[in-house]
């Protein structure tokens, strides 16, 4: 969980950001965050928290639950739950349909 919320709090930095020789910061900060995602719920999967023939709304409902309980342990990763609240709350759909493809 730890790898995910670093990759979150790092795209929301680096967000829209190019750098020096015009790569885009946020899109290899979004690949990232992709495959901390792809990895977090996958050990879920294996951990039996999540399983393929849930539905999508308890699947990313399960992820944000997780994401919360790392919160009240590591509060000082604020720009990483505000990135969950808005990708995984505020584009539910998007988030819902991502999370599938990844599982």
Sequence with gaps: MQK??????????????TGMFGQDKGLKAFNRFEIELKNTLN???LDGELSKEMSEDRKVEALL???????????????????ANEYFVDNALEAKVHVSKLI
């Design 4 to 17: 995910l919320v670093m990759a979150m709090a790092d795209y929301k930095k680096n967000r829209g950001k």
């Design 43 to 45: 050990a879920l999967l």
């Design 65 to 83: 639950t997780h994401i919360a309980t790392f919160a009240q342990a590591f509060p000082n990763w604020q720009d990483a739950y505000s990135f």
